[in-house]
């Protein structure tokens, strides 16, 4: 999905991989890819890509690359390392080398190094070390690209925002199609549908660490964000639910919502998922239900889902219901049958997506054979 959406936004060479897609472009491309990618994490430009045997060869590699060119010793680093198979002894001394090897060069060529920061670096730097190959990455994004700009409440357990537009995408929701959460905590998921609605450029609230690169073209960036602003649709009314047991959730959605301009598009109210009803005859429904790593209510849980299974059975038959969740007791205790499940992370929590087609009449057979 991350491939498709890639080369909507002009990428060429799209090729997904392990936990990412490589793909090609100029400036531009880099500039559409943070602005419009949705779905994306990070979007990292490759500076090196070589073997390696020790560390001093990881080392001779980032000693090489023109630092001084891309940014300026005034701005602060910090150096991430990941690595599979990686035959060295410490990870956090191959760290300092490829920091040590950037500041060298800063100071061989200005006589100044960067400073470093670990926790709001102006640069990010990303290795990655396999058996034999090294390859390092400059963060064009800064920031993960999850963090729009616009979450001022972030609520109990909240999904990341790539993700909701992720499972959004998976779906087939479409702007227009109902669409309803009714456990939305903090409101991703609606805020994510309604920013796709109005063609909002997820990018758009947000800064981004190219905007500090030395070849930084404020020109076209101005021309590219203004171009995003001139497609988005005005804001109207939109078939789009959310509701939540507890009002501070839903005041946190309403935050955030109201700080991302959207409060008017969406329907928001205080209720109980297993009072309400569908709000349309069709629809999609979306959600991420309280779970026992995060809630630690296992006991109660184990009652409330087969309650939930009961609900959709009977109040949303006509309906396509897509729930997330890292809870393996869920699929079991839910009576339903799943149509699909998509495995998926949310962060570092494994989590399935279980689809279920809430058939017309199904509620009728179940009940002939109860
Ligand atoms: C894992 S959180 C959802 C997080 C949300 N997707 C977000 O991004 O902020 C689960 C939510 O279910 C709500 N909840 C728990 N029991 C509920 C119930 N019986 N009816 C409606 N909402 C409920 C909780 O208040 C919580 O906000």
Redesign the pocket.
């Known amino acids: 999905m991350l491939a498709d959406e890639l080369s909507k936004l002009g990428a060429e060479k799209v090729l997904p991989a392990n936990g990412g897609v490589h793909f090609q472009g100029n400036w531009k491309t880099c500039y559409q890819a943070n602005l419009g990618s949705r779905i994306a994490s990070r979007i990292l430009w490759q500076i090196a890509s070589t073997t390696y045997r020790n560390e001093q060869d990881v080392y001779d590699t980032t000693l090489a690359l023109p630092w001084h060119e891309w940014f300026s010793s005034e701005l602060t680093v910090r150096v991430n390392l990941a690595a599979i198979k990686c035959p060295l002894r410490s990870l956090d001394f191959v760290t300092l080398r490829i920091k040590d090897a950037v500041c060298d060069k800063f100071r061989k060529i200005t006589s100044k190094r960067p400073s470093i920061d670990t926790v709001h670096p102006d640069i990010r730097i990303h290795g990655f070390l396999y058996a034999n190959e090294f390859t390092l990455y400059l963060d064009t994004s800064g920031d993960a690209l999850f963090k729009r700009g616009y979450r001022k409440a972030a609520?109990?357990?909240?999904?990341r925002e790539n993700l909701a537009a992720g499972i959004l995408s998976l779906t087939g929701w479409q702007p227009g199609k109902p669409l309803l959460d009714?456990?939305?905590?903090?409101?991703?998921?609606l805020l994510e549908a309604a920013q796709i609605a109005f063609n909002i450029a997820p990018g758009s609230q947000r800064h981004f660490a190219f905007e500090k690169f030395k070849q930084f073209d404020q020109p076209l960036w101005t021309k590219l964000k203004k171009e995003a602003l001139g497609k988005q649709h005005p804001i109207t009314q939109q078939p789009i639910y959310g509701?939540?047991?507890?009002g501070y959730?839903l005041s946190d959605a309403r935050t955030n919502l109201e700080a991302a301009g959207l409060l008017d598009a969406v329907y928001l109210k205080q209720?109980?998922?297993?009072e309400i009803t569908a709000p349309t005859p069709q629809g999609i429904l979306i959600t991420?239900?309280?779970y026992g790593v995060?809630i630690g209510e296992t006991q109660s849980l184990a009652e409330f889902y087969p309650k939930l299974g009961d609900i959709l059975k009977s109040k949303f038959s006509g309906w396509t219901a897509y729930i997330l969740s890292a809870d393996t007791m869920l699929p079991k205790t839910i009576r339903l049958k799943a149509t699909r499940r998509t495995p998926l992370f949310n962060g570092a929590l494994e989590c399935r997506l279980l689809e279920y087609k809430m058939i017309a009449g199904s509620l009728k057979k179940n009940n002939e054979s109860d």
């Open positions: 609520g109990n357990a909240p999904i009714p456990m939305c905590g903090s409101g991703t998921f509701s939540d047991l507890y959730a209720a109980n998922v297993l991420n239900p309280p995060r």
